[in-house]
């Protein structure tokens, strides 16, 4: 039987794995990860490009995946370095007959899996790429992806009608025997340059990295929590581990599929209940989709600071000392340096404080929309290139929101979703005196006030970066 070198991207599971399946069926599996040490390089923003919240869970999903491996008879290979040198090397070394892998849809990603073609060749050794990362295959869409729609409701309403979500592989079981290949241990965190931290008591989730835990948390939020029943109403909280799914970081590499999420979700409705909510998580599953193929449609024009609409009118401007008092939290309006300190200690940050704080910097600073991009890069525990850069281009307006004018009301958006203030206060403990009607203009607070609530703005809590009475006059929805 011939030798076949798995290379596992993001798609660290053995559930759903249909490019895992199809190694099996070509021979002995020799399962291989290599730590890209490119993905850890310092951006032109000054963070690393995986931060280490990210660095964590990959670890930890490497681990998982190696257990995992072990317990089937077979083992994973680990190095560090560059991908496409060390797969060919490998594959050359064992006289593989191909090397398969998970298909990508992003710039650097698809330039690798050209490079390692181009290296196998040389060989004779045939490579095979598969995609497993969507809910719906690209094969399966109505249309040609040139012809994607670009509003999402029209790509929705088209797929939902006239295409089918597959039925999922059966987990791998047997991987034959693996040839022979040094293998590293696993990094620490400080091998690879950070240093380790505690997870911020505060912290919705102390995310675990790993298909077992991505299994758990599925089947804890349908099954054991009955919460997939009321997702719709709940989605757009702030506070703690359930008001929605958090299945993000999982699905981002891969330790969950989607259409094992859907066959859940399928199952629940037929033995518990089907409602809005349950179809609502399909739903934002399909927005996720939609980005992945927004991804293979437009290219390297996803990470154009002209944004897919190829807008060369928009000014964006370089204000650092904004952009950093963003970062850190300091911008003197509750809502977003709520989130934003969320998002500094812990590596997550809610749906909806993503759609605001990314508003906030674009529409309300004007501040280069793809400096945030890289920062959430850098930080997200769920990181997905397709979801990232899509979002950002969508709430920067330079991507597919048929809505040219879409404009976030920082403090009526406060007042609809955090109504009690709670969660400014949570991360926000300098205003926690201060009354939820009087938190979104803070920096209006008279001295006697400020006295009253314990607070004194310039020094306990920095002024505003912006003028806030404008949102109380330009509601403009
Ligand atoms: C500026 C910005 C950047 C973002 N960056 C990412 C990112 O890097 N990775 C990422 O997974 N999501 C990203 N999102 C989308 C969304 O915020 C997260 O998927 C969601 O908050 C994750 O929490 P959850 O799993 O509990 O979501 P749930 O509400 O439980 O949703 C279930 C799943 O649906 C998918 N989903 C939901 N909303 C979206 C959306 N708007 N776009 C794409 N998929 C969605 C996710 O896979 C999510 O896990 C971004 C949104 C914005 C506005």
Known sequence: MSNVVYWF??????HDNEALVRATNLGNVTPVYVIDNRSFAQTSIGHKRTGKFRAKFLLE?????????????SDLVIRIGHPEEIIAEIAHQINASHVVLSKEATQEETSVEAEL?????????????IWTNTLYHPRDLPFQMHFLP???STFRKKVESRSEVRATFPTVENLGKMASVESKTIPTLAEIGFESFEVDERAVLDFKGGETAGLQRLHYYLWESDLL???KETRNGLVGVDYSSKFSAWLSLGCLSPRHIYEEIKRYESERTANQSTYWLIFELIWRDFYHFIALKYGVRLFKRSGIKHDMVKEWNQDQRGFNKWVNGETGVPFIDANMRE???????????????ASFLTKDLGIEWWWGAMYFESLLVDYDVCSNWGNWNYVSGIGNDPREDRYFNITKQATNYDPEAEYMKLWLPELK??????INEVGLLSQAEQKQYGVQIGVDYPNPYVDVKKWRKSAKW
């Open 9 to 14: 991207r993001n798609d660290l599971r053995l």
């Open 61 to 73: 999903t490497i681990a998982d995946l190696k257990q995992n491996l072990q317990k089937i008879g």
């Open 117 to 129: 073609s181009q290296l196998l060749k040389q060989h004779n050794i045939d490579i095979e790429l």
């Open 150 to 152: 670009d509003v999402f």
């Open 229 to 231: 029943k009321t997702y």
């Open 343 to 357: 998002f500094k200690e812990t590596g997550f940050m809610s749906n909806r404080g993503r759609q605001n704080v």
């Open 433 to 438: 005196d201060v009354p939820a009607d009087k």
